[in-house]
């Protein structure tokens, strides 16, 4: 689950806050019994994180490649990592990493400045840090990299990447300054349209080439290959993207 996903979780659950947890169970090794009897004080986000603010400790989840989450409902088949059942409600959480952390003050674990979804984003920092630090790292990589681009995943990375015309495999030290520049804004630019089609429940529908055969705008069958350190797919049109080596 990438960035934008987990704002649309947080604004779903804000019903949650001020509700008791009336019991916690499932399958991650936590402290269930810690959760049961708090309250939520707060839901916050960082990157792929969300955060559950309790009285004393906060909840991060992680939904990893699969997670997925069900609120006043649960999956039919799926034994949850984490459930919680609130005085209000219901939150399921499935295929997922959680943690108690200890303390409700998150700003000493967590720089928000390189969340791409908060107000606070630094782009300057992400240009100043790809333009001096990042000459052989593929784009692929580096717009992934969640120290400069925290909530960027996969699909982010690919239409991001159409968008601009640029080849996953394009080393950061071949752009100029104007096209990290552009880059960069490019990258929150998408992040904000996947937000929005995420309500509108159209994004998948809205994909030029994740998980797409052919390029939308010059016809020819795109590339799907494991591209970068990570790997992960990267699917991009080798007449359109330009490689800059």
Not at 61 to 84: C, Q, R, V, W
Not at 173 to 181: N, W, Y
Not at 184 to 212: L, M, P, Q
Request: aromatic share 10%; glycine share 6%.
């Amino acid at each position: 689950m990438e960035g934008p996903g987990l704002i649309v979780l947080k604004e779903e659950a804000h019903k949650f806050i001020g509700a008791t947890v009336r019991s916690a169970y499932g399958t991650q090794k936590i402290d269930m019994d810690r959760l049961t009897g708090q309250t939520i004080t707060d839901i916050k986000t960082w990157g792929k994180h969300i955060l559950i603010i309790f009285e004393d400790c906060t909840v991060r989840i992680h939904y990893l490649m699969f997670g997925n989450y069900f609120l006043d409902s649960k999956h039919p088949e799926k034994t949850p990592k984490l459930a919680l059942e609130l005085s209000n409600g219901e939150w399921n959480n499935y295929n997922c990493a959680a943690r108690i952390l200890e303390g409700t003050d998150m700003d000493p674990l967590y720089d928000w400045t390189t969340d791409i979804m908060q107000d606070c984003w630094n782009a300057a920092a992400a240009q100043k840090s790809l333009r001096q630090q990042r000459n052989d790292q593929m784009l692929c990589d580096a717009l992934m990299d969640q120290t400069l681009f925290t909530g960027v995943g996969n699909v982010i990375k690919n239409e991001t990447l159409f968008r601009m015309k640029m080849h996953p495999e394009s080393k950061v030290g071949a752009l100029t300054s104007k096209q990290i520049k552009a880059l960069v804004a490019e990258a929150r630019n998408y992040s904000f349209d996947f937000y929005r089609w995420e309500i509108e429940g159209t994004r998948r529908k809205k994909y030029c080439v994740h998980r797409r055969a052919w390029c939308p705008d010059c016809k020819v069958r795109l590339t799907k290959k494991f591209t970068g350190l990570t790997p992960r797919s990267s699917f991009y049109c080798t007449n359109c993207q330009l490689l800059y080596a």
